[in-house]
């Protein structure tokens, strides 16, 4: 049995167009995926499901060993990701011929994950053998200080009280924003029913730095900002 790595993309992007194959930093921007999972060493083989040929190409050129053609159903707006990624699995498993144990979802537009990112929530996932591990980072604002819920009346409240009030963002329970850079997921599970979180599901913490989700030309520029410097500093 095998650990696969999955990278999703599709070609219609919306917020940053031709997102998927826009240089940043020098790679075209899923480059920077594909090369942190193959470079992590904790892969047999790392696939890339897509609709859009370009895509694929370039993801042929930076190492991919799997191009998945994504069906076009599974590649509109409303489509959800998961299915896509257990249709990708599907096709690995078929040429394979054996089964996948385990995989990691990486995101595509999460190139400022370093592969201790990686590496970390693979080892989180192994220690706990749990069914999933998701990454993230310590929200900016609190449900029990700084987020506010509308009621029906017009008036707003916390969106979680506790019996003591918080008055200071410190002494609020710590909260965790999920960023979508890494999720590890045991295959099996996934296979019976398409989610990534369930009761037993793990937390690996990531820098807010290497947090990064592209989905607006300016997080297009704070992700180069970021790589340029990091890189030009290595």
């Not at 999933?132 to 980072?137: D, E, F």
């Not at 918080?166 to 590890?184: H, L, M, T, W």
Request: glycine share 6%; net charge negative; hydrophobic share 40%.
């Amino acid at each position: 049995m095998s650990r696969v790595a999955v990278i999703c993309a599709r070609g219609g992007s919306k917020g940053v167009p031709g997102k998927n194959v826009r240089m940043l930093a020098g790679r075209p921007l899923i480059s920077w995926t594909i090369g942190q999972a193959l470079d992590c060493g904790l892969f047999d083989h790392v696939a890339v499901s897509s609709d859009a040929a370009d895509i694929l190409d370039v993801s042929k050129d930076a190492g991919a060993g799997f191009l998945v053609h994504r069906p076009s159903a599974l590649a509109t707006d409303e489509a959800s990701v998961l299915p896509a990624v257990e249709h990708c699995l599907c096709v690995v498993e078929d040429s394979l011929e054996s089964p996948i144990s385990s995989f990691a979802l990486l995101q595509a537009t999460s190139p400022t994950r370093d592969l201790a990112d990686i590496r970390g929530a693979v080892q989180l996932f192994d220690k706990h053998r749990c069914s999933s591990v998701i990454s993230g980072n310590v929200a900016k604002a609190s449900p029990y200080f700084s987020l506010v819920e509308e009621k029906a009346e017009g008036t707003i409240e916390l969106s979680k009280v506790l019996n003591a009030p918080i008055v200071r963002r410190q002494d609020a329970p710590k909260c965790f924003e999920i960023n979508g850079s890494v999720y590890i997921v045991d295959r099996a599970k996934f296979h019976l029913e398409q989610r990534t979180i369930w009761p037993d599901t793990r937390l690996f913490e990531m820098s807010e730095e290497n947090s990064v989700d592209i989905d607006t030309p300016l997080d297009f520029k704070i992700a180069e900002m970021i790589m340029n410097d990091r890189y030009r500093n290595a």
